[in-house]
């Protein structure tokens, strides 16, 4: 796969997860009575103006990339409809959106992936190898193949199969199985000594997978999600004592993401992984990472994020007296600046030490 292809991929997901974050932030104001006057496909300057819709001038912008949002009023409170002029409990919902939507997305692609993965069926035994020259092999047993009986008898588990082909090893079983969406019946004798490393049938067998139900993925993606959330919570606390080196718990711009994904659309050519239903699971696992990592930091109190913004409310929340929108929009401008340079120097880490594929 040709660099400009994976380049537009990453260019294309990561766009993706700032327009859904941006999105939230818009449905949110919508909600709350708040008015939009733009919502922007892509950063500006703007090209164009596709349509108006509530009185909101939906547009495509220059860098094609994520998404904008421009509430009314954002320094205005006297303006009607204006997001200064709503009650600070609305600003927050409006704040919290946009992170909600990213845990929302991460915790969408958890739930496809589980699902996908599937579930081991419990009561059948998946051919996954047959050595040559083993019974298996000459009584016509292919990789794929499901077994279901032996001896007419079902089967309850691998351990179940196991203990069926060893107790009956010297003498010829029937094996029922199938094949392409038929049943077939098949006649071998397991081995009573086989070659080193191989069993008396001379396969390699594991569960088959279908798909796992929607309560027990949704069960595992928030459980997931609820982990990594955790983790990260942790993560200072750990490098404070120690328990994580630096090096371990490193800091990644886009350059560095890029460099991940790019590792991970690696591993998704090279790696097989067992699923009932084939996907790019390293590079969706990443997305989700991404996604739900963002959410977290836009939750940071620390201006000019979301958290942060939510931070500058409390006065008004707490005492129903808001901080003077010129000492929040210079605390603001402070925050952007430093956390441009912030990036900056990460970004400009990546390229230095750039991230060590394992």
Known sequence: MSTIWIILQFAFFFGLLVF??????????????IEVEEFGFGLPPRLLKLFTWKGTDVTINAIPFGAFVRPKGETDRSEPGSILNKPAWKRVIVMLAGPAMNFLIGIIILLIMYMAIGSPIANQVL?????????????????????????????????????????LAGAEITLTIERNGSEQLLHVTPRKDPPAGQGALGVAITNPLEPMSLSNALSAAFETFGYQVAETIKLPIRLIRGAVAPADARVVGIKGIYDIFNQANTMDRTIAVTSSTPMPFFRMSLISIISIGFGIMNLLPIPPTDGGQILLLFPELLFRKPIPQTIVNKVNSVGYFLMLGLMLYITLQDFINPIIKP
């Open 127 to 167: 051919i996954t190898e047959v050595s040559p020259n083993s019974p298996a092999q000459s009584a016509g047993i292919q990789p794929g193949d499901v077994i279901t009986r032996v001896n007419s008898k079902p089967l309850e588990s691998l351990e179940d199969f196991q203990k069926h082909i060893k107790t």
């Open 20 to 33: 859904f974050h941006e999105l939230g932030h818009f449905l949110a104001s919508i909600w709350q009575g």
